[in-house]
């Protein structure tokens, strides 16, 4: 891939992701149709509606494990849209590493299933190699810099935390870098994005700061949930 291919690669997802960074944002009538059915039986419409309009409250109802096994046990993946699904596995996988963050569910959640929506043939997160990458950064600076980066710290924690054997493998084959090196590509992005005026201006500064800090933890986590994701690389 072209510098140019790649900056019009970029250019197109950053576009999306910033302007809707959090999937509970997104979620749709029948993730509510959802929770009344399985936690009030189907009735109580006023909950539905204050699920509805407090954003707080709703997220913490999501931190059922009710919710999360009903998720995991049964056709219920069928019944909410993507953006409900990731978000609430992505939370709990985070629960259990300790990384109590609720923006960081909401914004991984967001990540995965856009990334699902996107998928094109092939790797479903475009740009796979490093050293691309890296190349690009070279010749960007302000705006173009800041969403490359942020890009490229989505891409590389969803291929280490979500595929990690196609880099293994990779790096068997090919003499490729293996995980730990794409884990730091990613924290290092992170890192350096936090520091731009577009992190503040995007309300993303916490959220990429938690990224860099817990990079270890939140692949793990990614790692453990992604036994529950088959279908995303078939």
């Given at each position: 891939?072209?510098?140019?291919?790649?900056?019009?690669?970029?250019?197109?997802?950053?576009?999306?992701?910033?302007?809707?960074?959090?999937?509970?944002?997104?979620?749709?009538?029948?993730?509510f149709e959802y929770l009344r059915n399985l936690l009030a039986g189907g009735e109580a419409g006023g909950?539905?509606?204050?699920?509805?309009?407090?954003?707080?409250?709703?997220?913490?109802?999501?931190?059922?494990?009710?919710?999360?096994?009903?998720?995991?046990?049964?056709?219920?993946?069928?019944?909410?849209?993507?953006?409900?699904?990731?978000?609430?596995?992505?939370?709990?996988?985070?629960?259990?590493?300790?990384?109590?963050?609720?923006?960081?569910?909401?914004?991984?959640?967001?990540?995965?299933?856009?990334?699902?929506?996107?998928?094109?043939?092939?790797?479903?997160?475009?740009?796979?190699?490093?050293?691309?990458?890296?190349?690009?950064?070279?010749?960007?600076?302000?705006?173009?810099?800041?969403?490359?980066?942020?890009?490229?710290?989505?891409?590389?924690?969803?291929?280490?935390?979500?595929?990690?054997?196609?880099?293994?493998?990779?790096?068997?084959?090919?003499?490729?870098?293996?995980?730990?090196?794409?884990?730091?590509?990613?924290?290092?992005?992170?890192?350096?994005?936090?520091?731009?005026?577009?992190?503040?201006?995007?309300?993303?500064?916490?959220?990429?700061?938690?990224?860099?800090?817990?990079?270890?933890?939140?692949?793990?986590?990614?790692?453990?949930?992604?036994?529950?994701?088959?279908?995303?690389?078939?």
């Amino acid at each position: 891939m072209s510098g140019n291919e790649m900056r019009n690669v970029v250019e197109l997802r950053m576009s999306f992701l910033l302007d809707h960074c959090r999937a509970s944002e997104r979620f749709e009538v029948r993730d509510f149709e959802y929770l009344r059915n399985l936690l009030a039986g189907g009735e109580a419409g006023g909950f539905l509606m204050e699920l509805v309009d407090d954003r707080d409250e709703l997220l913490i109802v999501l931190d059922s494990r009710q919710v999360f096994e009903d998720l995991i046990e049964s056709n219920s993946l069928l019944e909410v849209s993507v953006w409900f699904y990731f978000y609430v596995l992505v939370r709990h996988s985070l629960l259990r590493s300790g990384l109590d963050d609720y923006d960081l569910a909401d914004y991984l959640g967001f990540v995965l299933a856009s990334s699902l929506k996107r998928k094109r043939s092939g790797f479903p997160w475009g740009v796979s190699y490093g050293v691309d990458f890296l190349s690009l950064l070279d010749g960007l600076r302000g705006e173009e810099r800041f969403r490359a980066l942020v890009e490229g710290g989505n891409q590389f924690l969803m291929m280490v935390g979500i595929f990690p054997e196609f880099v293994e493998r990779r790096s068997v084959r090919r003499g490729a870098p293996g995980v730990r090196f794409y884990e730091g590509v990613a924290r290092d992005s992170y890192r350096e994005a936090r520091r731009f005026p577009q992190a503040e201006s995007y309300g993303l500064r916490p959220v990429l700061g938690v990224l860099a800090s817990e990079m270890r933890e939140t692949r793990r986590s990614l790692r453990r949930m992604s036994d529950s994701l088959l279908f995303l690389a078939s």
